[in-house]
């Protein structure tokens, strides 16, 4: 039998949360309801959503095409300034169902939570949270980010 610790583990990346991962869910609809009040930047937008489906694969990341999507998006974060042209490529690339295969995901998806983001309020505090967040995320995807550079030039050689 788990204990109530256990219990409220988000099985995706950790937090310790009412609901675990549907707690853990609860609170990213929140944060992306809260955006409409308060919007970001598309950059942070899709750092936010990024971050959170590496961090619970089982859902967001079922499918290779799915993970690359997601893992080439922080790639085109943190090395190509989240540049609209990798964006558009990596997208057209991606339609065109090109082979794929999925590599073994790390264990640990990250130091750091959806909770880095959520006890902020305000626009410029909000995307420096985002900012940590998809970086220790990125961080513990550093052996797999060789093939998101992969995967960014095959989209460009795809055009």
Known sequence: MQNAAEDAKCSGC???VAGGKIGCRAIFD???AREWNNPT????????VDTYCLQHTDEFCASAKSFAAHLTG????FEQKSHPAVFKAVNHWLSGNP?????ELPALRGALTI???QAETEPF?????????ARATWQAY???QPWSRRWIEQSFLMK
């Open 30 to 32: 929140d944060l992306c």
């Open 74 to 77: 922080l790639c085109a974060a």
């Open 99 to 103: 082979p794929l295969a999925k590599p």
């Open 142 to 144: 550093a052996a797999l």
């Open 41 to 48: 930047s598309y950059r942070y937008h899709r750092m936010f």
């Open 14 to 16: 950790g937090l310790l």
């Open 125 to 133: 505090p909000i995307a420096q949270a985002v900012d940590r967040w």
């Open 115 to 117: 909770a880095e983001v």
